[in-house]
């Protein structure tokens, strides 16, 4: 099949999906700033639905192949969306979701109370290591491949 006719088919995939249960969005490429100690954090969420119960459900979209699962960034790329929702929307996030649209697939989980907790913990502690200009290489050869300084790092893995 041509890419076209590809897409076509996923388009279709989608609406039979959706068929007679449309989600609800209330948000669409929703900014948000928080607050995480004395720092702002800022962020935009692709798309925020609201849940027959009442609670919301959060959804980045993405491309590509869906994982068999999700790396602790992915993680907290949601949490941080997560906390922004709870906090500008004042609404109880029951679902955090990566949808990926090559595939029609999403995988979705919440963060608890801990995890939340945990996360702003880190943030605080990246944003010291920061200030301090503390930027201890951290090579892979996934990072490296993508990074602008691959050329003149020392420290690049191939």
Same mark, same amino acid.
């Not at 290591?129 to 201890?136: M, V």
């Not at 050329?151 to 690049?156: P, T």
């Given at each position: 099949k041509s890419y076209k006719e590809k897409g076509k088919a996923r388009l279709w995939e989608f609406y039979r999906l959706h068929e007679n249960n449309w989600p609800s969005p209330i948000a669409l490429e929703m900014n948000f700033k928080i607050k995480i100690g004395k720092y702002s954090v800022r962020g935009q969420i692709d798309r925020v639905d609201c849940l027959p119960d009442g609670t919301v459900e959060i959804i980045d979209y993405k491309t590509g192949s869906m994982?068999?699962? @999700?790396?602790?960034?992915?993680?907290y790329q949601l949490l941080i969306y997560q906390l922004g929702v709870e906090?500008? @929307?004042?609404?109880?996030v029951s679902q955090v979701s990566f949808y990926y649209l090559?595939?029609?697939k999403k995988i979705s989980f919440v963060g608890d109370g801990d995890s939340l907790v945990k @996360?702003?913990?880190e943030i605080l502690e990246k944003i010291g290591? &920061? @200030?301090?200009?503390?930027?201890?290489p951290k090579p892979s050869q996934f990072s490296c491949k993508f990074c602008d300084y691959k050329? &003149?790092?020392?420290?690049?893995e191939y």
């Open positions: 994982p068999d699962k @999700l790396d602790k960034w992915n993680k906090e500008v @929307l004042n609404k109880k090559e595939e029609n @996360l702003k913990e290591e &920061i @200030l301090k200009n503390e930027f201890a050329e &003149i790092c020392e420290w690049r």
